[in-house]
């Protein structure tokens, strides 16, 4: 059968169409591949590496994510686990969520088990906390719109959405629940008023405003101008974005939040809490000691040996007194000396090292007996 001279041209003219073709497709390819190379070669040679400052700021937001991501998955998880109907419905759903929730149990314990053997690496009698020389890890904000407003002062927005307006109310209210706790947990025996005084101590703006410092929270703030310059405001202010930095680790961590600002804040007041919980009923070195050593005409003086220390962060004064007796032929001699969170306390510890040491009391006590015998 013949074909017709149409069908015949485009029979023969085939091959030559696909030569062309293919030589068209191969000059595009080359072009393309030249193209390549020169913005390969143009990209390489204006993109600098990344610095480490960019590195660790892409790794703390990696990290801040993936915090997030768990955060919400145990949530759900949570949820669906305590929907019957749901999961009474849907059996392999069941399942899964099982070995999800026991999946995310093993990496708690994991992490747990992880911190307890570094704390036991630690030398005998060391803690964590009292091991680091500076305050508690700051917990984070795993929200950025809570933790620009936690440092916004009111007066620069009307919206108290996007400032720590409302923060440091809720803020407030958990910082007192948690030191209320930790009281009554550190001293069962305690009455309700010196519970209150206790608490009070922690929860003050000055003790606030002290940790605030501590982890330069004022550098952050962004407040109205000039607002600083009156002190007993600033200590309100500081007090407050404290109080708001609290309220957003805690909101912004539906599951975890609240366990690590009271880990925080339990770590922040553990060293203020050193011996405040005595009452005067234990304060009874000093009165064993006059008992011991005094008598008409003779003195003991209660001195204050330097000038009281304030420890950075811990919002608390710590006082320094040295106990010396003047009589029985000696003239201000020093039989002890102590510190504390009050004078009292301190002088208290002075009369009880005096106390401790047993032979020069007993020397003291021969001299007063002897004395008191010739009369």
Not at 101 to 111: E, G, K, V, Y
Not at 182 to 202: K, N
Not at 272 to 288: A, F, M, P, R, W
Request: aromatic content about 6%; hydrophobic content about 35%.
């Amino acid at each position: 059968m013949y074909k017709t001279r149409r069908e015949t041209r485009s029979s023969a003219d085939q091959p030559c169409d696909e030569m062309s073709s293919k030589r068209s497709l191969d000059a595009s390819s080359g072009k393309h591949h030249g193209d390549r190379e020169k913005r390969h070669k143009t990209k390489h040679s204006t993109v600098s590496l990344p610095s480490k400052t960019d590195m660790n700021k892409e790794n703390s937001s990696k990290e801040r994510d993936s915090a997030i991501c768990l955060s919400q998955l145990k949530q759900h998880v949570k949820e669906v686990k305590n929907n019957v109907t749901v999961l009474e419905a849907e059996p392999d759903l069941a399942t899964a969520i099982s070995m999800l929730d026991a999946a995310l149990n093993r990496r708690d314990q994991a992490i747990k088990s992880h911190n307890e053997q570094n704390s036991a690496d630690l030398p005998t009698g060391t803690g964590r906390a009292e091991a680091s020389s500076g305050p508690p890890s700051l917990p984070p904000i795993l929200d950025d719109q809570l933790e620009k407003a936690v440092f916004t002062h009111p007066g620069q927005d009307s919206n108290p959405a996007v400032t720590y307006d409302r923060l440091e109310i809720l803020g407030d209210a958990y910082i007192e629940l948690i030191a209320t706790k930790l009281v009554w947990d550190r001293f069962p025996s305690l009455p309700s008023g010196r519970m209150s005084q206790i608490r009070e101590s922690l929860v003050k703006n000055e003790t606030l405003a002290a940790y605030a410092d501590v982890y330069g929270f004022a550098h952050k703030a962004i407040v109205p101008p000039g607002y600083a310059t009156q002190a007993k405001r600033w200590i309100k202010t500081k007090g407050d974005i404290f109080e708001a930095y609290v309220a957003a680790v805690i909101l912004s961590d539906p599951m975890d939040g609240y366990r690590n600002a009271e880990r925080w804040l339990t770590g922040l007041w553990l060293p203020k809490l050193v011996d405040l919980g005595l009452q005067k009923s234990d304060l009874h070195s000093k009165e064993e000691l006059a008992k011991q050593v005094m008598a008409k005409g003779i003195k003991l003086d209660y001195v204050e040996e330097k000038s009281a220390m304030q420890p950075k962060g811990t919002g608390s004064q710590t006082f320094f007194i040295g106990v010396y007796l003047t009589g029985w032929g000696w003239e201000k001699k020093h039989l002890g000396s102590g510190q504390g969170p009050s004078k009292n306390a301190a002088g208290d510890r002075a009369a009880k090292s005096a106390l401790a040491n047993t032979s020069l009391i007993a020397q003291i006590s021969q001299a007063k007996k002897s004395s008191l015998s010739n009369k």
